[in-house]
């Protein structure tokens, strides 16, 4: 029996079908069982609860053979990343009770570093909350996700795909969904392992390859466009941020352009990716169509 967090999401979904698909049992802490529905009907435990509840999460680490973490996404956290501090603190003390025999980590790259990461700064605190664990314990740093993009279908009809990737040349790290689900179930299910482990996944790819990618899906010519960087906080206000507090992902994506989310950090595995972008923005036109 495996633990995943975040199934009603894209990576802890994917981790789920990649451990369903090699016959494993699944186990959910999920807040809405309505929307976890599906997860039922294929042969997912649920238990009720969240990140927040650490009795919940207790009850959904007993007797696992191993457990996928992760921190819900938080676009503009409180200046001292007190939600995320709260979290971490919940997940140490339940993983110091139960110690179950494999802990697997979402991460990002760059989180090796502590400052100038904007919102990942949230996963540097997680990765350092869990380095006295007793349990062994493999962080995934993973790169952007290919699925950040698909914006992309139905912006980029005027052949432009507009990016904070500046320059739309510069290459950096991001992976797929899919690919980071597929690693996980791995690492849950494979090989033991004792101590700490830290796994960079994906591989450097630049946003004039996502946009060509894009371009190939949708039959037409498409260019990656860099958002003028004082247009930033209106454009991530248009999202949903709250005015004024943009700044935590503005950081990120400094973060990223300054090389920052780049492969190779001293002491880390490789993983590279095998979904591309246009595979990830294929499976979404299928799914909008179908």
Avoid: C
Avoid at 186 to 195: D, F, I, K, R, V
Wanted: proline fraction near 5%.
């Amino acid at each position: 029996m495996f633990l995943v967090m975040g199934v009603t999401g894209k990576v802890g979904g994917a981790t789920a079908r990649h451990l369903l698909a090699h016959g494993k049992r699944v186990r959910a802490l999920v807040r809405s069982r309505e929307k976890a529905a599906d997860w039922m009907d294929q042969g997912v435990e649920l238990v009720d609860g969240d990140w927040n509840d650490t009795a919940a999460i207790e009850r959904a680490l007993d007797g696992v053979d191993g457990a996928f973490v992760m921190l819900p996404a938080v676009w503009a956290p409180s200046p001292d990343f007190k939600e995320t501090k709260g979290v971490i603190a919940n997940y140490v003390e339940v993983l110091t009770k139960a110690a179950p025999p494999r802990v697997v980590a979402l991460s990002s790259m760059g989180a090796n570093r502590t400052s100038g990461l904007g919102m990942i700064t949230a996963l540097s605190l997680l990765e350092q909350g869990f380095r006295d664990l007793a349990s062994p314990v493999a962080v995934v740093r993973a790169g952007g996700f290919f699925e950040n993009f698909l914006y992309g279908l139905h912006v980029a009809q005027g052949g432009t795909l507009p990016v904070y990737y500046n320059p739309t040349s510069r290459k950096s790290t991001m992976v797929a969904t899919n690919d980071i689900g597929a690693e996980v179930a791995t690492l849950l299910t494979g090989p033991a392992w004792s101590g700490h482990r830290v796994i960079e996944l994906g591989s450097m790819v630049s946003a004039d390859e996502v946009a060509a990618q894009l371009g190939d899906v949708m039959q037409r010519e498409v260019k990656a466009f860099a958002i003028p960087r004082a247009e930033w906080p209106a454009a991530f206000e248009q999202f949903g941020i709250p005015k004024g507090q943009t700044g935590p992902a503005e950081a990120m994506f400094e973060a990223v352009n300054a090389g920052w989310m780049d492969l190779g950090v001293a002491g880390t595995e490789h993983v590279a990716s095998t979904t591309l972008p246009r595979d990830v923005f294929a499976a979404a036109q299928k799914a909008a169509t179908a």
